[in-house]
Structure formats: C-alpha cells, structure tokens
Nanobody, 116 residues
C-alpha cells in the first residue's frame, strides 16, 4: 500500500508563503496523477492542484497564479508552493496519489492556517 506523508503546514500571516511536502513510499513518477486537496469542517474536499504522469497540471481558479507544483524524484516528494496566502486558504490540506480513478491513496492531512 502506498504511504503519503504531508509536512510543512502551520500558521502564516496573510500575504505569506508556505511550502507543503508530500513524501511518498514509492517512486512518484509511477503515479497516473498526484496532487493536493483541501477541506474545511462541514465542506467538501476540493481540488487545489494536481499533476498527471504526462506533466499536465490543473489548478483551482482560486489559487492560480499563487500556488505552484514541483517535485523531487530522488526524494519521492511532491511540493505545493503557496504564495500570497489568504485567510480563505485556511484548511486541512491532503495529498492524493493514484494509479487510476479507482486506485489511489490519501495522506493524513496537514493544517494550514492563514491569520494575522
């Protein structure tokens, strides 16, 4: 079973930056898709950003121009660089990686709080 471990969350002021990391237990380039979701209490989990094995990226409209994805194959890690953070970016962020639509894993989630 694939294990995903998120890190890098925390408290940041509006306008600040954070970089989230998702370390996988396997080679990340074997995944069909890998990305980040976020969720607040009482709300649905929503896609933040993802990248496919073909290199195609998809970002939520609310984060376009502020968030970027990168990866380090040697460290088996996907990063989410979050800049110009806003209070509405506050959520628990989850890493997701999958081999197909029906074969995927989630990380345990990490809290990001944007507040002054």
């Amino acid at each position: 079973q694939v294990r995903l471990v998120e890190s890098g969350g925390g408290l940041v002021q509006p306008g600040g930056s954070l970089r989230l990391s998702c370390a996988a237990s396997v080679n990340i380039f074997t995944f069909y898709v890998m990305g980040w979701y976020r969720q607040n209490p009482g709300k649905q989990r929503e896609l933040v950003a993802q990248i496919t094995s073909g290199g195609r990226t998809n970002f939520a409209d609310s984060v376009k121009g502020r968030f970027t994805l990168s990866s380090d194959s040697a460290k088996k890690t996907l990063y989410l660089q979050m800049n110009s953070l806003k209070p509405e970016d506050t959520a628990v962020y989850y890493c997701k990686a999958g081999y197909s639509e029906n074969d995927y894993s989630w990380g345990q989630g990490i809290q990001v709080t944007v507040s002054s």
